[in-house]
């Protein structure tokens, strides 16, 4: 019998998944023959066509038979929504993140990799400053070409957010670091776990790796540009950027949800996509078997019979 019962949420899409028999959605203590079983209930959050794709293609989660899926909100919801009502109406238990991002660092995350980063970093609230005023982190003039000098953009300094959460007073944070004991877990049950080199008759030039360690970061933008990508991974020591773990961190963090980010670098910010590459699908399908292989390596559930 499936010992975890699975919510996944993909923005705009929801899914139940791997319930062996029927249960009220909202209660997840199932009886049968007089027996309890006490579900750990997870919550899989991805984003993307791509995402959904790997998690279906993979085969190691069915849809429920009675409830495949639960329209709640429109299509816009983002990330930290879809994890709010998550957590909300399923009573859900931990977040698990999975994703694609850009790599920031091809030194240690080539496409095809998975990151499963310690913390991410908000890079996305700005404090932008006059011209002439004392010189943020970010530098406009630095960066102008071909040589640097006086920008009318002048700098930005990067903020901290407010982390509200129950019985405790706000604090100011840039990074959110994942949930400690799911970390380590992870660094352990993922060590040895066999990712994917081809897809569609096309590999990848290395065979592909976890990496632990790193920290990444998230904001709205998507990055393409090199000059940025650089400055990021120099200031901050992230190895990746993508647009939504921070969101996802946050909302966890505000309701003191366990949660972990697991990231499948897809590209390398500032270069050329070569056309189509197999490394995109591969990104979202490595980073979805870490994540099964992380949600299986979960607790099973306490069986009690009268
Ligand atoms: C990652 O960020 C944390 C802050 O949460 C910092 O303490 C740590 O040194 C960073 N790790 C790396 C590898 O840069
Ligand atoms: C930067 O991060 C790397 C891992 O990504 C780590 O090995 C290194 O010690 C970090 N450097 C600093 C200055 O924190």
Redesign the pocket.
């Known amino acids: 019998m499936s010992s975890v019962n699975l919510v996944v949420m993909v923005v705009g899409l929801l899914v139940l998944a791997q319930q062996s028999f029927q249960m009220s959605l909202r209660n997840p203590v199932a009886e049968t023959n007089n027996c309890k079983i006490d579900f750990t209930r997870l919550g899989l959050v991805l984003t993307s066509d791509t995402n959904e794709k790997a998690l279906q293609d993979s085969g190691l989660f069915t849809p429920d038979a009675e409830t495949p899926y639960v329209d709640i909100a429109g299509e816009k919801v983002n990330a930290a929504i879809a994890v709010q009502i998550l957590l909300n109406r399923f009573r859900i238990q931990g977040i698990i993140h999975f994703g694609s991002a850009g790599s920031l660092?091809k030194e240690?995350i080539v496409p095809g990799d998975v990151s499963v980063p310690l913390a991410v970093a908000f890079t996305g609230a700005w404090n932008w400053k006059k011209f002439g005023s004392d010189k943020g982190t970010l530098n406009f003039g630095e960066f102008n070409y071909p040589v640097n000098g006086e920008n009318l953009l002048a700098s930005v300094d990067y903020d901290k957010v407010k982390l509200f959460s129950k019985g405790h007073s706000p604090q100011d944070v840039f990074w959110f670091p994942s949930t400690t004991s799911w970390y380590s877990a992870a660094t352990q049950v993922l060590q040895d776990l066999e990712l994917r080199q081809c897809y569609d008759r096309a590999c990848l030039s290395s065979k592909p790796k976890i990496v632990f360690?790193?920290?990444g970061s998230s904001s709205d933008s998507y990055i393409k540009n090199k000059a940025y990508g650089d400055f990021l991974h120099k200031v901050f020591?992230v190895?990746t950027a993508d647009q939504e773990s921070a969101a996802v961190a946050w909302t966890s963090l505000s309701n003191e949800k366990p949660f972990i980010v697991i990231r499948g670098a897809s590209n390398v910010a500032g270069e050329a996509n070569p056309g189509f590459s197999p490394a995109s699908y591969l990104a979202s399908y490595n980073a979805f078997l870490a994540a099964a292989k992380f949600i299986e390596s979960i607790p099973t559930p306490r069986l009690a019979c009268e």
């Open positions: 660092d240690s360690g790193t920290n020591n190895s």
